[in-house]
């Protein structure tokens, strides 16, 4: 601390001056003293608060840097629409169709051979022998089995062993597409590797789902169908008919009529084309195709030539025709064909209404055409098909971050 001293100096011979004189400047040295003092615990303490709020803000900064790292990191995690709210761990982002018991050691996950893939089929009673024959193949190996009744009728199928396995689903009246658009979300079926999305009029006795499924994984086909036996079935499209010694195509060769295919052919039905009666997919096929299936388009006629945009990569590759497993399309009337039970009642109840009618007769054409509504349901179907492809040409004009993969020159497309 510094030191001051004051000492008089000469002064003035008159003592009241010398008085006066002297008592300020006494009263000076002591003002002075008294601001050297207080500097010094001023200056002191402004050094221990400086010091205090340059560490504050050090910490501050740090932990702002910290809790910034953080935000960042947290921002970049892929968090599950109306999740944010939950610790991560605690969100199970996907299902599946497994039953589960009421009590037993199902925590333990006991289960030894959990099953890997689905088939889902819209089926109706008159057709229950030829879906018991295709169930019987697919449970025997350990597939998931998801039925679609589409005229109410559930009960009935109680007399098959495989029925209490089996998940029912009823809605009066829907197609397989109406179905899968509810029911088959991609988060609830996240666990199959493979669905099969097939019809109920399909015979499957040289066709055996193992051995299809290491068919696929090994040509890596993300979008196929088994092969149809073109001695038994109705092909529509060339190149769903099964071709002799081989394991698997993906293209067809037309040199006659309209719409030639051959090795220069890149678009569907010449490649990268599959029929809808017996689609299988990939589980990351069937995310993009899930999304592509328009709510109100149920019977999906126009879809079946965008499937390859879903392939995982080139539909030339990708999509295939199994040939070393085949079915046959037996091209059976159900959608739209009604008969005397349905008519009076629906499904609902089908065996006591069966038993109070009348054993069916046969029916003038008058009375058929009443029953009959598959003309209707044709009509609708290529409806549907013209409001589909509007909404992709729309959608793909629209869109102008979307690059088309497949695009062809426009004199390709008008031949």
Not at 135 to 164: C, P, Q, T
Not at 224 to 246: E, F, G, W, Y
Not at 250 to 257: E, L
Not at 311 to 316: F, I, L, S
Request: aromatic residues 10%; glycine residues 6%.
């Amino acid at each position: 601390m510094k030191t001051l001293s004051c000492k008089c100096i000469s002064l003035p011979s008159d003592s009241k001056s010398r008085s006066y004189l002297c008592s300020l400047f006494i009263g000076a040295c002591l003002f002075v003293g008294v601001y050297y003092i207080a500097s010094e615990f001023t200056v002191k303490d402004y050094k221990e608060r400086s010091s205090s709020w340059q560490i504050n803000v050090l910490q501050n900064t740090h932990s702002n840097s910290i809790r910034n790292t953080q935000s960042s990191k947290c921002k970049s995690q892929c968090r599950p629409s109306g999740s944010e709210a939950l610790p991560e761990g605690i969100v199970v982002k996907t299902s599946n169709l497994e039953a589960q018991p009421l009590w037993g050691a199902t925590l333990n996950n006991e289960k030894s051979s959990p099953s890997k893939s689905l088939l889902a089929m819209a089926v109706g009673i008159k057709q229950k022998e030829i879906v018991n024959q295709i169930v019987e193949k697919f449970i025997l190996s350990n597939f998931v089995v998801m039925l679609f009744h589409y005229d109410g009728v559930v009960d009935e199928w109680r007399e098959f062993a495989w029925s209490n396995q089996a998940i029912h689903v009823t809605v009066v009246n829907q197609t397989k597409w109406w179905f899968a658009k509810r029911f088959l979300h991609p988060d609830i079926v996240a666990e199959y590797n493979y669905i099969f999305l097939w019809d109920e009029d399909l015979g499957v006795e040289n066709f055996h789902p193992g051995r299809y499924i290491s068919i696929v994984k090994d040509e890596g086909l993300e979008i196929s169908q088994p092969a149809l036996d073109p001695m038994k079935s109705r092909v529509h499209h060339q190149i769903t008919a099964r071709v002799r010694n081989s394991k698997v195509h993906r293209r067809t060769y037309k040199n006659r009529g309209s719409g030639r295919c051959d090795d220069q052919s890149m678009a569907p039905p010449c490649v990268g084309w599959v029929e809808m009666m017996a689609p299988v997919f990939s589980k990351g096929a069937w995310r993009c195709v899930w999304h592509m299936i328009q709510n109100e388009l149920i019977h999906a006629w126009g879809v079946d030539m965008q499937l390859g945009y879903c392939a995982q990569g080139d539909r030339t590759k990708n999509v295939g025709v199994v040939d070393s497993e085949y079915i046959v399309h037996l091209a059976l009337p159900t959608l739209g064909v009604l008969d005397e039970n349905e008519l009076h009642g629906g499904g609902r109840g089908h065996s006591s209404q069966r038993e109070k009618l009348p054993k069916p007769v046969a029916l003038a054409p008058s009375e058929f055409q009443e029953l009959d509504n598959r003309s209707a349901v044709r009509r609708q179907s290529f409806i549907e098909m013209q409001i589909f492809r509007s909404r992709w040409s729309s959608a793909v004009k629209e869109d102008k971050c979307w690059v088309d993969p497949y695009a062809q020159p426009t004199e390709d497309r008008k031949q």
